[in-house]
């Protein structure tokens, strides 16, 4: 058996286009994945005819890296993109579902902003923005309520944040979290002049695969796609079921111990899973520091749960709706989950016809008590309340799927830590390296970005060896 170069621990999307590149550039590489199947979060599960995705349900249409790899996957054909009627988005707002502004103008006139909100808001543009002289990082809670006001912060901001990182406003950074948004910022000034001038120079050609940057993708059979034409083209070079247990440093290279008794010998390595996961590998071979910089990052665990009707569950319009944090704006009785999608509305079968279906995310510390029934009639009882019926009827399918410590929690000054860490990692031990959503940001666009950069540096170093 050939010794591969490079070691790769973890098949999820960074792991496998990490590989993808490297074994195109015709250098040896294994993946060890743990689980039976590739993909880590992603993944989607056919059942009585409804389709779950474990994680992501849509990529945005900006997404250049994705873009890119699925162009390079000759998967670009299988693209599909959302049209005009999953743009709306709905908000929880004191009681009901409100439509959420598509437009800088709509906010302006949105009926979930008091006038002198909305006033705020308009006002941003006016007051310019310096960024802190001594570089010290806002959390994004105090950068978005100096710049658009407290109201504005938390009804809309506080909804998007949860949904996307299950967590609050005040836990993250304004740069670590949201880079790009904050380095439109700081390059024009504003937020708002941010968003509308720095939206316009992406430039469509420097996409690679031409979609409504404003849609939403996916494949006619879920997110799952991808992930397969990743291991079609990597073939034997993934090993599923099979973890990796501790690295060990031998002579210039590694010795990797895996869930089968077996060991592999490899020039490099690259922990390609989550912060939790890595600090143990890096306990384990001794890379205390190292460790100790990773178990400081908090997580959040997330539970989805999906339900499936055959018939009677006619579901509003547009993409799903998010549920905002403050007490004010949530009014005396909300949904507990922090958004729900309605799956069935984004793309053609999703849900058998006459069928519908939708999938509610929820803090796994809310939902830990639960079975699994009462998971399910949880998500059916705050549908009742979200979509005002009494007769959501029971589920013809339903998926439950948790994700522990899965989110990572990109705090304040997070960003400039791995970089000093992975800095520091690089001169000491140039064979070794970190990567994933905790590295480069966590959405899929940012982990595929990270993965393929980090072949580019194994390649790099291999050349130069
Ligand atoms: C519920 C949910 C919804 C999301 N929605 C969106 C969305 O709408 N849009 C978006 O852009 N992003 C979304 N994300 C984020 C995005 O999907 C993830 O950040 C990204 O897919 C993570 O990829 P990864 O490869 O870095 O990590 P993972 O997918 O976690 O993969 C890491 C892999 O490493 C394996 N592993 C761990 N330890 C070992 C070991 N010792 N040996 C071998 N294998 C090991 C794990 O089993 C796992 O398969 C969502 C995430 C979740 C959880």
């Known amino acids: 058996m050939v010794q591969p170069r490079t070691v790769i621990v973890g098949a999820g999307l960074t ?22 199947q590739p993909g880590g979060v992603v993944g989607t599960i056919a059942r009585d005819g409804f389709l779950f995705e474990t994680g992501p349900n849509t990529i945005q249409g900006s997404s250049a890296a994705f873009l890119r790899l699925v ?142 940057r404003t849609s939403l993708v996916s494949f006619p059979d879920g997110l799952q796609e991808l992930v397969g034409a990743l291991r079609r083209d990597l073939g034997s070079r993934v090993r599923t079921g099979v973890g990796v247990e501790r690295i060990e440093r031998f002579g210039s290279g590694w010795n990797v111990a895996t869930s089968d008794g077996s060991s592999v010998f490899a020039d490099r390595v690259v922990l390609a899973v989550q912060a939790p996961a890595a600090r143990v590998l890096l306990e384990r071979a001794n890379f205390e520091e190292e460790a100790r910089a990773l178990a400081a990052i908090g997580h959040a665990s997330v539970t989805v749960v999906h339900l499936a009707f055959a018939s009677g569950l006619e579901l509003p319009r547009g993409f799903g709706y998010l549920v905002p944090p403050a007490a004010e704006a949530r009014g005396s009785m909300a949904p507990r989950a922090l958004g729900t999608i309605f799956t069935s509305n984004l793309f053609p079968g999703r849900a058998p016809s006459g069928g519908s279906s939708c999938a509610s995310f929820y803090r796994t510390t809310d939902v830990n008590s639960l079975s699994d029934n009462e998971r399910i009639e949880l998500a059916r009882a705050d549908l009742r309340l979200a979509l005002a019926r009494t007769d959501v009827p029971h589920p013809t399918a339903h998926h439950i799927q948790c994700w522990d410590d899965v989110i990572p929690r990109l705090a304040p000054g997070h960003d400039r830590r791995m970089t000093e860490l992975t800095g520091a990692l690089r001169e000491r031990c140039p064979s070794l390296h970190l990567a994933g959503s905790y590295i480069g940001g966590v959405s899929v666009d940012s982990v595929i970005a990270t993965g393929r950069a980090t072949a580019r540096d194994v390649l790099r170093r291999e050349r130069r060896a």
Do not use: N
């Not at 496998?16 to 743990?34: N, Q, Y």
């Not at 005009?84 to 959420?100: D, H, I, N, P, Y």
């Not at 960024?131 to 912060?153: H, Q, S, V």
């Not at 790009?180 to 469509?204: F, I, T």
């Open 15 to 36: 792991g496998l286009a990490c590989a993808f590149d490297i074994a195109r550039a015709g250098s040896d590489v294994r993946v060890f994945e743990r689980r039976q």
């Open 71 to 212: 162009s390079d996957l000759d998967l670009a054909s299988r693209l599909i993109h959302t049209g005009a009627e999953s743009a709306t988005r709905w908000l929880w707002f004191q009681g009901r579902l409100v439509a959420l502004p598509r437009s800088p103008l709509g906010l302006l006139t949105t009926p979930v902003l008091s006038r002198s909100a909305r006033l705020r808001l308009a006002t941003e543009v006016l007051r310019g923005f310096v960024p802190p002289e001594d570089e010290r990082e806002p959390t994004f809670e105090a950068f978005l309520t100096e710049r658009i006001g407290r109201e504005a912060t938390q009804t809309l901001a506080g909804a998007f944040v949860r949904g996307i990182y299950a967590a609050d406003l005040s836990e993250l950074g304004a740069r670590s979290a949201f880079p790009r948004l904050w380095d439109a910022a700081v390059r024009r000034g504003g937020l708002v002049r941010g968003l509308l001038l720095g939206r316009k120079k992406g430039g469509e050609e420097s996409r690679s695969v031409r979609v409504p």
